[in-house]
């Protein structure tokens, strides 16, 4: 059941007896505006997580989650298309599981509350000591993150590919931006969140919607902010020819990376036969990535694809010897046009289905799908069944597929290779 709490603050509530725990998400969203603005919410949203005024430590939050018997609560953030999304997420008992705690869905309501209306704040601005420890350990995860080499060749490709500088960099931001930030900056994020960012509240379990309705409104008191436009699709132009970047790092395995643009917009027809598509391609462990240029021709020590609907790309992934380049280049490509030209078989393209749908199944094991899947319905205005989405899989045709890989256009690529020096991954 959805309701509109006020403008631009809704409330799902899904009840189910599946789980023995309650869930409640409540996310903020807000268009993306500049590389900083990741820094800052992702800065942000780690310190909502470890403080408030009434819990002003980490070990105070615990105690209080210790209090809801064992509740388990933190922050996430996500970028999807134009759009940036805080998550605060707590997962409680289920009151009848814990005899004489009836009310215990409403002392976690209360715990939200105070997590994310009430911070620890001195003067209108965050205590500097844990805006600087939780500045520390971001900046500390962004480094190591970047030491990875893998990931440094998908951040690398995306600043090739990608024109919008916020579209360029991880999802948490940039280093030299999170270390920019402080106290007041930080108090300023919060402000904007807190009052203009769009909310969605999703609360699912062992629960009655009228109770739930009647405790949400009245705990989580939001005030009126204007919704946010349903298309959140980032459009990157196409270019007229392939952008190729080589950077020399020492490493053993050379990664050499290609994106592609997919111009298939989410929900639609086509966006099925490009799940699909892609899945022939590298996103299954059917693909012609893994079966043929991975295993059969022994050209990569790694090789994949993924899709982002959001941004309109089929990024591919490989960890090759640098020597075999042109090659592993070569061979990609020919996967692809084996697909747009619609040479595979009926039988691998119903083995790859059945592959995704039983992908989906198991995705109802997990509590936070279906408030994944309100929250992506919300910010895109398009219904979100799970049932819907096996049954369009299930009927995507080779003929969709072929059309759908039709549209791919390789626009850049991204060569991470050795360079004298001690290696490493």
Known sequence: MRRKLTTGVHLMVLPTSQFKTIRVMVSFATKIISPEQLAQRTLLANILEVSSTQYPTQRAVARALADLYGANFGTTVVRKGTRHVINFILTIPAPQFIPGQPALLTAGLDFLREMIFNPLLHQGHFDDEVVAQQRRILVDYLTGMADDKQTLAAHRLAGEYFDDPAQQVSPLGTVADVRAQNAMTLAVAYQQMLTAD?????????????????????????????????????????????????????????????????????????????VVMNGLFGGTALSYLFTTVREQESLAYYANSTYDAFRQTVVVETGIEAQNTPVVRDKVIAQLHRLQTGEFSSARLDQVKATLVNGYRANLDSQGTPLSRELTRQLTGQPVSMAKTMRRTEAVTKQAVMRVARKCQLQATMLLKGATGNASD
Do not use: C, M, S, W
């Open 198 to 274: 769009e909310v969605l509240i999703g609360v699912t379990g062992a629960v009655d919607e009228a109770p739930v309705i009647a405790a949400v409104a009245d705990r989580l008191p939001f005030t009126p902010r204007q919704p946010l436009e349903r298309e959140i699709t980032y459009h990157q132009p196409e270019r007229a020819t392939v952008t190729d970047q080589v950077l020399a790092l020492p490493v053993n395995q050379a990664k050499f990376d290609l994106a592609f643009r997919l111009p298939v917009t989410y929900g639609t027809p086509d966006y099925y036969a490009a």
